[in-house]
């Protein structure tokens, strides 16, 4: 989904943190319980290397939501589209770039605006109404691959 911004994939990293795993599996089995249908979802989520790194050890950390901006909610941002993630992987010196592929529990989903810190009540995430999903809960998702590129 990104054809001509990228010169070449370098490799993808299968991310492995059984801890984040486990709670993302609890936080599945909840989602499938309440709403009686699986909700999750595989999308884009660009970054920074340094980001990535503290995101593999520590989740997605909506506290940093407004870094790169908050036009459908303060939580973290994930795209259908990797075109649209990509301009949030911001490039190391040699032109090297970073996005994850996550796995997500959209859960019911509600158009999001600036002014929303947390998702109203009996909703898990706010969208663009198209391509973004903002997740508000740090183990709402889960980052299964990480693909370096330029």
Request: hydrophobic residues 30%; contains cysteine.
């Amino acid at each position: 989904t990104m054809s001509g911004a990228y010169r070449r994939i370098i490799r993808i990293e299968h991310i492995r943190n059984d801890r984040w795993h486990k709670q993302y599996v609890i936080h599945q089995e909840d989602f499938q319980k309440r709403l009686g249908m699986n909700t999750e979802k595989f999308l884009y989520h660009g970054c920074s290397a340094v980001a990535a790194d503290s995101i593999i050890k520590d989740y997605f950390n909506r506290s940093l939501s407004e870094e790169n901006g908050t036009k459908y909610g303060c939580g973290v941002y994930f795209s259908y589209s990797a075109s649209n993630s990509h301009v949030y992987s911001i490039p190391k010196n040699h032109g090297e770039r970073c996005m994850f592929y996550a796995r997500v529990l959209v859960g019911k989903s509600i158009l999001g605006n600036a002014n929303m810190k947390v998702c109203p009540s009996d909703y898990h995430t706010t969208t663009d109404g198209e391509d973004i999903y903002v997740t508000y809960h740090d183990t709402q998702a889960y980052a299964q691959y990480l693909i370096h590129y330029e």
